[in-house]
């Protein structure tokens, strides 16, 4: 069973700072996703990762697979930034079947 | 624009009314899921559907049911609803299986007292 850890589970930061939010998994993936969620409820998704590094204006993730590790950075964090983060994996789960497991998140307020 | 819709946004109903949640994208994805969000343990996926009349179990399909008629609807059924399926459901499409970036519903509230 894959299991999807993210840490930290909340995390103040003041405007301006740079955020880390970290991921960590437990079996082999094909792909894993980075989701915003903003008070309200809906999802979006900003980053879908299979290796190396993305960037998204003031967004990076990184991905390394040997150690089933990924980060998703905010540099010059912002209020509006505030929201719930998601790590989501993409793995197999027998036959030809593939399923997405979830971190239970990560809530960044960013106070100005 | 691009969407996914789903119908309704919030209900409220009694344990054992039968009730849909529909769910609708235009974007011709292949790939349809279910999911379901709770308070302190996040999302779960209920059931997917990879294309037209295929669909398979997620980690949490008991008490649903699902279909796929159409490559555009994907239905989420409650046969007979009971307050465990009290949540916050999430309808979301992807081009295909292979990972790619998923689009998520606004979210349907459901309450079953």
């Known amino acids: 069973k894959n299991e999807v850890e993210q840490s930290p589970q909340n995390l103040t930061a003041q405007e301006g700072e740079f955020i880390t939010i970290n991921c960590s998994y437990s079996?082999?993936?094909?792909?894993l996703h980075w989701l915003q969620q903003h008070p309200g409820g809906g999802i979006v998704s900003l980053f879908m990762?299979?290796?190396g590094k993305k960037k998204h204006g003031r967004l990076i993730a990184t991905i390394n697979i040997q150690e089933k590790h990924s980060s998703l950075h905010i540099t010059a964090s912002h209020p509006r930034d505030s929201a719930v983060y998601i790590c989501?994996?993409?793995?197999?789960?027998?036959?030809?079947?593939?399923?997405?497991?979830f971190g239970k998140g990560t809530l960044l307020t960013v106070n100005p | 624009e691009a969407q996914v819709t789903q119908n309704p946004r919030y209900l409220i109903t009694v344990t054992g009314k039968k009730l849909t949640v529909t769910c609708s994208q235009n974007m011709n994805h292949e790939y349809m899921s279910w999911y379901r969000q709770d308070p302190g343990l996040g999302l779960r996926q209920i059931y997917y559907s990879m294309n037209v009349e295929v669909t398979d179990k997620g980690d949490v399909p008991e008490g649903y049911k699902v279909s796929r008629k159409e490559k555009r609807n994907f239905p989420l059924i409650l046969e007979s609803p009971s307050p465990n399926q009290t949540s916050l459901y999430f309808c979301a499409s992807s081009i295909d299986f292979g990972g790619n970036e998923q689009f998520f519903g606004p979210g349907t509230r459901l309450t079953v007292l």
């Open positions: 989501a994996v993409r793995h197999y789960s027998g036959g030809s079947n593939y399923k997405l497991t």
């Open positions: 079996v082999g993936i094909s792909a």
């Open positions: 990762l299979s290796s």
